[in-house]
Structures are given as C-alpha cells and as structure tokens.
C-alpha cells in the first residue's frame, strides 16, 4: 500500500522536468523490484529514449530508432497497448539497441504513455534482466494496478516535456533576440560597412590593441564585440566599461579593483574589470574621457600586462586584449595636454573607423526593417511597416544620432502608430515641425566663382526656418558630445549660460 503512495508523491511534487522523469521511472522500477527500464517519445525521425536507468544506461539515452525499424517501443506507441515480450525470441525486439550493454534483456514489460485526450505520444519500458526473467510481477490485477498509476504519470510526464519544450524556445528565442542585438550596427551591405567588418576580421587574427574611433551611436562597442568574437579570446569574457559615466575615483577601482580596508566602506576584497576579463577582452569606451592620472596605469597593462588593485603594493599579472574607442579627437587632446602620446600610441596600434550613418545611406532602409522587426519579435505584437512616403522621409534624414537615433526612433514610433502602417503624418509625433532640412550637393570652395557671400543656387536652407536651424544645430552639438553643454557650448563659440537659455528656449531636454 505504500509504494503507490510514494509513487504519487514522486510525479506530484516535483516540476523540474528531468528529475520528474527519473523519479518516475525509478518508482515504477521499485514497484516491479528491477532495475533496468526507460522512457520513449514520438518524435519526427522516430522513437527517441528520453531517460534511462540501470547499469550502461547512457548507452540507450538519447537513442533514437526509426519509424520504419521493428521495435517494441514503436509497436506499443502505434497501437496504443500495453505488452510483454520476450528478449531475443520476440520478432518486434530490437536487439541491436543492446549490442554495447554486457547484460542483456530478458523479459520487457512495456506500457503506453498517454495524454489527457487519449492519444498515445511515448512508452515506458520496465527491463528485467534475471537469469530466467521471473522477476517481474505479471499478475493481470498487478498490471492494471500499474497501468493506472502510469497513466497518471503520463499526464505529469507529458505536461513537464510540454513546459521543457517551451522553456528550450524560450531560451532559443533569448539567443535570437541577443544575436540580433549584437548584429545591430553590422546589419547592411553597403561598401562602407563591408570595409569596416573585413578590417575588423583582419583585426580578429591577432592580440593587438584595437582603437575603435567614429561618432556616437555609430555601433563601436559592437564592433568590439565581433572582433572579440571571431577571435581566438571568444571563449573567454568580454567586459566593456564606458570611461566617462563614472566619477574619476571610482573608475580606477572599477578597472583594477581593490583590497578590504583599502578605503572607507571597502567592506571585501573586490576584483577589478582587467582582473575579470583575464583571458578575454576588456573594451574602454570613452578612452578620451578617461583622466590623465589613471592613464598611466593602463599603459602598464599594455607593457607589463600587470594590474596593481587598490590597497596591494604587489602587482597581478592579467591576459588581457584590450580594445578602446572614442569619439573625441586624441590627437588634439594630446595638445591640450589631455591624453599621454604615448597611451595614444599603445592604444592605436590597430586603427578602426566606425562610419556614421550618412555615409553608408544604402543601409537605412535594411536597418528600419531590422529594427521593426526586432521589436515585434520582443513585443509579441504583429510587425509594423512605413509607407512609401514615410519611408522616403525618413530615408532621406540625416540622423545626426546614427544607429542609436534609429533605433530609438523605431521604438517610439511603433508604441505611438495605432495602425499596422505608419504613414508620413505619424512621423510628425517624433519629427517636431517641418523635415530637416538637406543639400542634395555642396557647393565647394574649388568651385571657380565661389562667393563667399553669396547662398549659391543650389538653396540649402528650403522650408527651413530659423527655429528649425537653431534646434538642429543644437541637438547636434550634443549628440556629437554625449550632452556634455559646456563642451557644446564651447564648440559654437558661445557661453555656456547663453547655450543653456537657448536650450530652455527651444525646449530642448535629454
């Protein structure tokens, strides 16, 4: 009376799908006092064992035999009837499954596996391997006894592969969604694009620092990670650490960690990102933001590959590639006397431009399309689409922000379009005001009879007003410094009060 107790208890209590099948086959065992048994599923090449118990069992797990091949399993499966048969003498064995395992079958007891509608998707198989195969209990009131405790294991049994199935697409469609995070900035085939991702499996093949430079949101962090990726490192970590979010005194515990007690609040030792990253790849974004003091310890990673934490006076040694990018001018900030020539040096050994959007204007549409359909994908909702007009809108703006603009973009515009296309209108939702404007061509100073007074025929200012211009100008001048305003300000030559009450005026916020 107590073993079908236990037998309940075992497929009642326990959700984790693997471990429910072993304690379902184990109970039945116990209850038939053998020890060899195993679970078969319908699957589209055949019959597949799903769990299996009893010395040399890895030998079937996994097994699958085909549709077409005799077999006890399959001849249960399709008629949906329990059976008994007799190793080596039944036609329906299938002896070959046992050609690796020392102690062969017997005597094979084996019942369907149903679902709650009746139909038949698997079969468990109870193995006596005893000298005379008298070990199974066949009494015809015993066998319906466990005929019924099966069945209502089946329908846990069925239910947690029902929950295992979904669980695996579940994390096939996490891989999908971050692989195509990861491919974001690389999706395109224009010829700028296709340069850039040759240089940067060019780069893959070696150990060399990386400089990564270009405007921001032109994807340069993903550019890391694919050289990261195709090199011999991809197995290790890729940790990326933005050298400008963070206070000055905080950065240099964040890359090299520290020792407890090494300062107020330092609780327990901590190691720092180059520490982590051992035998993988560090990205410093922002390298040109990064200060002056702490520069002097990165150029000893890159010579010494050494690491000195917070609070240690001894060193650590580190693997490390490292891999840099900025959007600022170094060699400029090597004359303010803002960045070490030679930390430039170490760092630019492999030169890598990451090209804005406007020039690889080609690539606009496939990533509109990429992105749309990226968030249908992570919102579960039917993927939208622009009109003619609003495609050719859009594709002729210039997006100062690049790829990161764009995608943003995409994300707004999905949530506030109600219908399935989104038309030009709906774009004035997040285009304030008239299209900005663009020069179909530029006139150049080579030109013969260039006045420096005059506009030119070609008018670059068409259905621009001067609001328009102002806003334009300023976003821009943010975006291009990360909406740092005293830089901004300093680069269109005004105060910075002055470009902040510009700002207020036009209503301008991050």
Not at 16 to 43: C, M, T, Y
Request: charged share 30%; aromatic share 8%.
């Amino acid at each position: 009376m107590d073993k079908p107790f236990d037998f309940y208890r075992a497929v009642s209590e326990e959700l984790d799908p693997e471990r429910l099948q072993r304690k379902f086959l184990a109970a039945l065992l116990d209850l038939q006092n053998v020890e060899r048994g195993s679970i078969w599923v319908r699957s589209p090449k055949g019959y597949t064992c799903i769990e299996a118990v009893g010395e040399q069992s890895q030998n079937i797990k996994s097994m699958t035999l085909a549709l077409d091949q005799s077999s006890i399993v399959g001849w249960v499966i399709e008629n949906g009837k329990r059976t008994v048969a007799e190793a080596g003498k039944d036609a329906r064995h299938f002896w070959q499954a046992e050609r690796n395992i020392d102690i062969k079958s017997k005597l094979i007891l084996c019942f369907p596996l149903f679902l709650t509608n009746g139909e038949v998707y698997g079969a468990v198989q109870i193995i006596d391997t005893s000298a005379g195969g008298s070990q199974l209990n066949l009494e015809p009131g015993y066998l319906e006894l466990l005929q019924q405790l099966i069945d209502i294991g089946s329908i846990a049994l069925s239910n947690s592969l029902a929950f295992s199935r979904q669980a695996q697409e579940n994390q096939k469609l996490r891989q999908t969604l971050e692989a195509m995070g990861d491919e974001d900035a690389m999706a395109g085939g224009s010829p700028a694009l296709l340069a850039v991702r040759k240089r940067a499996a060019e780069y893959a093949r070696t150990d060399f620092p990386v400089l990564i430079t270009g405007e921001s949101g032109t994807g340069k962090e993903l550019l890391a990670r694919e050289i990261h990726r195709l090199s011999s490192r991809s197995a290790g970590p890729f940790l990326a650490q933005n050298c400008s979010c963070i206070p000055d005194t905080l950065l240099e515990s964040e890359l090299f960690g520290y020792e407890k007690g090494a300062f107020t609040g330092a609780l327990k030792a901590k190691p720092g990102l180059f520490e982590s990253a051992n035998e993988g790849t560090v990205f410093l974004d922002e390298i040109g933001d990064m200060p002056y003091a702490l520069q002097a310890s990165i150029l000893r990673v890159i010579q010494e590959g050494e690491i000195k934490p917070i609070g240690n006076s001894r060193p650590r040694k580190v693997n490390v590639r490292i891999i840099s990018a900025t959007n600022r001018d170094l060699q400029s900030e090597i004359e303010r006397d803002n960045f070490r020539e030679d930390l430039f040096y170490r760092l630019n050994v492999l030169p890598l431009h990451a090209p804005p959007l406007r020039e690889r204007p080609e690539d606009i549409a496939l990533l509109l399309d990429h992105f749309l359909s990226r968030q249908a994908l992570k919102l579960s909702t039917p993927r939208k689409k622009f009109s003619e007009e609003a495609l050719n809108f859009l594709l002729e703006y210039e997006w100062p922000g690049n790829i990161r603009e764009l995608e943003n973009f995409v994300k707004h515009i999905i949530v506030i379009t109600p219908g399935e296309v989104i038309e030009r209108e709906d774009l004035a939702h997040h285009f304030i005001k008239s299209p900005p404007c663009r020069a179909e061509q530029k006139q150049t100073s080579e030109e013969p009879d260039a006045d420096p007074n005059r506009a030119g025929d070609l008018s670059f200012f068409d259905e621009c007003s001067w609001e328009q211009l102002d806003r334009r100008y300023i976003l821009y001048l943010l975006e291009k410094n990360k909406w740092n305003i005293t830089r901004a300000a300093k680069q269109a030559g005004v105060n910075r009060s002055t470009f902040d009450s510009r700002m207020k005026k036009l209503d301008i916020r991050k």
